[in-house]
């Protein structure tokens, strides 16, 4: 029996781009979506949420869209958004594309992470054609 090894790469990034990765993976996904969501104009909902007291439910409505976000009112930061469209009758219908989750993690878990012995890891050479950082 011939027993085949997994080889995977992982890329070296010259250090300009390494370092500019570095300070992009310090920025919080959860606080840009808490800085996105303050801009607009939000109601406390009526609807009641479930038995955890620290969840609030804030709704914001246009003619076409309404969004509704719970809320961890311990971190201030998002737990669910749902997006609703109208239909044809008038009716709001939950747009199944934007239904989003929030889990915050303060540590890569490690079980992720993990790799099979037979697993083998190469460094290369990130295939860069220029040295620079991209406008964006």
């Known amino acids: ?17 390494a370092n500019e990765n570095k300070k992009i993976l ?10 996105e969501m303050k801009e607009q104009n939000w109601v406390k909902s ?12 804030v709704v914001t409505e246009t003619n076409l869209k309404k969004e509704t976000v719970t809320i961890d ?17 008038g009716n709001w219908t939950e747009d199944s594309v934007r ?5 915050y993690l ?14 083998e890891i190469k460094e290369i050479n990130a295939p860069i054609r220029e040295d620079k950082l991209l406008k964006g």
């Open 1 to 17: 029996m011939i027993r085949a090894t997994l080889v995977g790469n992982t890329w070296t990034l010259p250090v300009n781009l």
């Open 26 to 35: 310090n920025i919080s996904l959860m606080e840009e979506q808490k800085k």
């Open 46 to 57: 009526v609807r009641p949420q479930s038995n955890d007291t620290s969840l609030q439910e």
């Open 73 to 89: 009112t311990k971190t201030g930061l998002p737990v669910k958004r749902e997006v609703f469209v109208k239909d044809k009758e």
């Open 99 to 103: 239904v989003e989750e929030y889990k």
């Open 106 to 119: 303060d540590s890569m878990p490690m079980n992720l992470q993990k790799m099979n012995n037979e697993v």
